[in-house]
């Protein structure tokens, strides 16, 4: 074990891109957990959109990340030091941890995970909040209906992908927009989407009359910008968008473009409702169980890009917004 | 009675501001009712925002009016002859007649009314289809519960005025955006708004913050444009906008402008949605009778601006793009 904790912290709230100059790559005394903490040793860390909202000023739904600061990370590492009787030493966990090696949380805060089960990284993706998000954001504010057709962006993505499985159990048409050919296989051939879009390759909107000929009952939207207007023109009457993200617009100069063709809302009488997975939190151990009994059948499946080299964190954030990334991006900090 | 039936017809798209050159004025000989219709003397037309958009071609909620054909208009008039067993001469009915003084219609298609109960411009009016889009457009679409905050655009407008007494009478405090001191007083002063935003004199944002300083529950849009904008920054957690128009962009030549902020929608889990007014008809009369109880008890007031001149239809029709109009927008075309 390191004598030291590597850790690292926003120094500058990012304009645009994030760049390396936004971020200070240090090291401190590793943390004494306080009474009702426990220190963890961070293994593997994940790499959200969200974050580049999170290092902007400015009310949000959850306080942004203060100048000086560690960077805030969703992560999971083992307990080696526990001050309380919820944890004890060698036990695996989840949460906010923080970009950094070691991490003193409150206990209340972790989940346990057990990775005799499934990998670390997983636990981030699927078994985490992105498969949630997934859960929720498409059986609460999506509300598929078996038969309807079922759209979402960012399809290869950690999201993603959990959304088109779950709505083909539910028996709906799914399809997936992603960019480039090797990502759209993957959603028809390896997650059984009914149809692909490759958006670098094709039109989207003619891409969406060649895939769902008759409309789009629901749409769940990771990226924004041309895409969502895109599907806009497209819906079905009584159709809903989940908003889950907007990644094509995270890194704006300028300010966010919005749908233009949102009086499509009025013409079918449609909704669009935004989402934010916090709000099912009492409901997510009935979720996760429900996502476990799906992936022992091989019902639901996964893949997670994982990449290493704490110091490199605003390089790899960056793979999300330029869609480098296939899967759950996770950073790894620790060797298994 | 003339012997000619004077119509407008549509016979360009008009593009950007309605032209005069876009229509012709001419003259016809009076209809024959064929089986089933009944031949309308034509007494007032509504004059309605919606009508910019059955203007262009393209998929809407209607088909758009072709080229060539009578402009279409809600009115309301007197059977002069009948080959319908639901009506005789002399009766009195609202539907859609077209920009003409005389018009065959079949009579399913037609409701009566009693201008001996209230005008006939409030037939066209609170009564009419804009009483009943701000009834279920704010009761089943913004879903306002005592006690919340209800802001309207567009608020002296024919459904704004109405949106926000109902909204009164269900225990809700009511902030209207209106442009000009006359018709933000008559919001406050006439029909018991709890506070105005005179777009025209003040900042909407700062507007907002002054008369809703804890945040928007219902949104009520018949704007569109900057002031849905504005509006996107100040919602309360699970706000709900109805979205019933957007006046500002009907004569854009350029896209529509898209709301920038409406990733607000996902911050505050806040949902938007359209709504067209034909998908509650099976309701009207209940809410055509609880409207009437209201108003026969003081608590509805309604204001109707009436202009007359069939020939001039475009320039009073821009009035309401120009926001000239003072409530319900109607011509007369037939002497009382």
Same sequence: chains 1, 2.
């Avoid at 961070?42 to 959850?62: F, I, Q, T």
């Avoid at 560690?70 to 036990?91: N, P, T």
């Avoid at 079905?236 to 966010?256: D, E, F, K, L």
Wanted: proline letters at 5%.
């Amino acid at each position: 074990m390191s004598e030291q904790n590597t850790q690292v912290k926003l120094i500058k709230r990012p304009v645009g891109e994030v760049q390396n100059s936004d971020f200070e790559v240090g090291q401190a005394p590793i943390p004494e957990p306080r009474d009702g903490e426990v220190l963890i040793k961070v293994h593997s860390l994940s790499l959200d959109p969200a974050m580049r909202g999170w290092m902007n000023e400015g009310k949000s739904y959850v306080p942004p990340v203060g100048i000086g600061e560690v960077m805030r990370a969703l992560g999971a590492g083992q307990v080696i030091r526990s001050r309380d009787a919820k944890f004890k030493e060698g036990d695996w966990v989840s949460g906010i941890v923080g970009v950094q090696e070691y991490a003193a949380v409150p206990a209340k805060e972790l989940t346990p995970i057990d990775p005799s089960l499934a990998p670390v990284a997983k636990y981030l993706g699927v078994l985490g909040m992105p498969g949630m998000t997934a859960y929720f954001g498409l059986l609460e504010v999506g509300q598929p209906k078996e038969g309807e057709t079922v759209v979402i962006s960012g399809a290869a993505g950690a999201v993603g992908q959990v959304v088109g499985q779950v709505a083909k159990l539910k028996g709906c048409k799914v399809v997936g927009i992603a960019g480039g050919p090797e990502k759209c296989r993957f959603l028809t051939e390896e997650l059984g989407f009914d149809g692909a879009i490759d958006y670098k390759a094709e039109d989207v909107k003619a891409g969406l009359k060649r895939t769902c000929p008759d409309g789009v009952d629901v749409f769940f939207d990771n990226v924004g910008g041309d895409i969502l207007d895109a599907v806009l023109t497209r819906l079905r009457m009584h159709a809903r968008i989940a908003i889950c993200g907007a990644i094509s617009q995270y890194n704006n100069t300028t300010p966010v473009k919005g749908p233009s063709n949102y009086m499509s809302l009025l013409v079918n009488r449609a909704r669009m409702q935004g989402l934010v997975v916090f709000d099912y939190r009492h409901q997510y151990a009935a979720a996760a169980q429900e996502m476990a009994g799906w992936m022992a059948q091989g019902k639901l499946k996964s893949k997670e890009h994982i990449v290493r080299g704490i110091e490199q964190f605003p390089e790899h954030l960056m793979m999300l917004f330029r869609g480098e990334n296939f899967g759950k991006l996770v950073l790894q900090v620790a060797e298994d």
